[in-house]
């Protein structure tokens, strides 16, 4: 599980940190990290060129030079702003032979030493002129400038990172925003640091949580998922849905429906009602894909609602509980709720989204009680304890019809088996993107076929033991 630091919270330990250390020890610490990691990047080529802005961000990139041009690397640096360009690290360049010029000519790697953590906004014109010329690999010194290192939003010309070299601790934008490969270099933070604002799991964490059969367990005691999901226009969603939360562990799944038909036919494993009163206990339900608005499909929501077991709430049931707020009503107090929209729906559920995805999720899932998994390539699972989870896809392959729905029977399977809301959420989320990438494999995949690959992707990150 990897831990991540607003920038508030980093600039805060970095300077109680300073207040122990020699002057420029910590920003010599960093530049030596970005230098090995920018040697490591270039193989055997040799030419570097800086893109130096003022303040600290381009002193960790002068010193870095500095470092390079000791190892014999011939390096070069445009200083964008020369009259706050860092007087040390500067002197330092020019001392092992570095040079500055009005543009960079051809190098082998480019390091973005433009803005750092402070840094907010698109970059200035000067520095996206330079950026938008760039053919070389970019190293970005702590997050890539003109991406926002707390929300990693993008509102104009950035640099487009394929390392970034970040010290002490990962921020936000490590896991919001496409950073390319992230290296932490250790400068002694650790110790000036509390808990961190946002977590992104790893294949180990959710290797350990995915629930497994022991010798005692039966398809009762391993949870027995409910699906009300949809209809006569849409069954796809119901055979996905139930097929996502049958392969997801090794309990049971009851449909309930007016798909039953059609789940019946692909999955005989389910057992197929055509109501939820008829459906029989479950300690789960999914409800909402495919369902419909009208006023069965909320009736089957408040049946759900009110059935004192957790609930996610996706797509349909969403909508429903935005346009009739009554709905609420019928949720028993207590009971574990997870909410599933994605920008649309959650707009009119809870409100634009805006550029910061992890304060409107965590702000909705203060306002309903609920866990709320904001869906995007930076999916955002927050809960109203104030914990909050990052998962980052590699590719946007999951992104095709039904895709949702698969990821609701996810949810809905780890619920039953006993999972806190906030990890089942957060672990199916990083299944259905792996599952996603392996359906895929460089193409266009269906949801079906994504569906397919869920056992897949949980063999991968819980492997059997040889």
Known sequence: ???????????????????????????????????????????????????????????????????????????????????RAHAEGLAAFRRAGGRV???????????????????????????????????????????????????????????????????????PVHALADCGEVRLVDIGLGPELAGPDLLELDV???????????????????????????????PGAGVLATGAALLATSGMVRYAGAAAEAVRARWPEAICTGTTTDAGRVQSW???????????AEDVLRTVLGAGVPVCADADAITMLANNP???????????????????????????????RVAAASRAAVRF????????????????????????????????????????????ALLAAGLDPLLAAGCAARVHVLAAELAADGAPVTAGALLAAVPDAIRAVRPEPK
């Open 1 to 83: 599980m990897r831990g991540l630091w607003t920038t508030a919270r980093v600039r805060a330990a970095e300077e109680r940190l300073m207040g122990r250390v020699p002057t420029g020890s910590l920003m010599r610490r960093a530049a030596f990290g970005v230098a090995v990691a920018a040697a490591d990047v270039l193989g055997g080529k040799r030419r570097v060129g800086l893109l130096v802005g003022a303040g600290n961000n381009g002193g960790d990139a002068l010193w870095a030079g500095y470092y390079l041009r000791r190892r014999g690397f011939a390096v070069s640096a445009v200083l964008l702003d020369p009259e």
């Open 101 to 171: 010029v009005d543009r960079l000519g051809e190098v082998d790697l480019v390091v973005d030493g433009i803005v750092g953590l402070s840094g907010r906004g698109p970059l200035r014109p000067a520095a996206a002129e330079h950026v938008a010329h760039l053919d070389a690999p970019v190293l970005a010194v702590d997050s890539p400038s003109g991406v926002d290192p707390d929300t990693g939003a993008v509102d104009g010309p950035a640099v487009r990172a394929a390392v970034t070299v970040t010290f002490g601790c990962l921020k």
């Open 204 to 234: 180990d964490d959710v290797g350990s949580a995915w629930p497994v059969p022991g010798p005692t367990d039966d398809k009762y005691t391993q949870g027995v998922t409910g699906v009300a999901a949809g209809s006569a226009t849409y």
């Open 286 to 296: 999914v409800v909402g894909p495919g369902l419909g608005t009208g006023l069965g």
């Open 326 to 356: 009554d709905l609420w009503d019928a949720r028993d107090p207590g009971t574990p709720l997870v909410l599933t929209p994605h920008d649309r729906e959650f707009e009119r559920l809870a409100g634009e989204v805006g550029a910061d």
């Open 369 to 412: 009680g609920a866990v709320v998994l904001l869906k995007g390539h930076a999916t955002v699972v927050a809960g109203p304890d104030g914990r909050v989870l990052v998962n980052r896809a590699r590719t946007s392959w999951a992104a095709t019809a039904g895709s949702g729905d698969v990821l609701s029977g996810l949810i809905g």
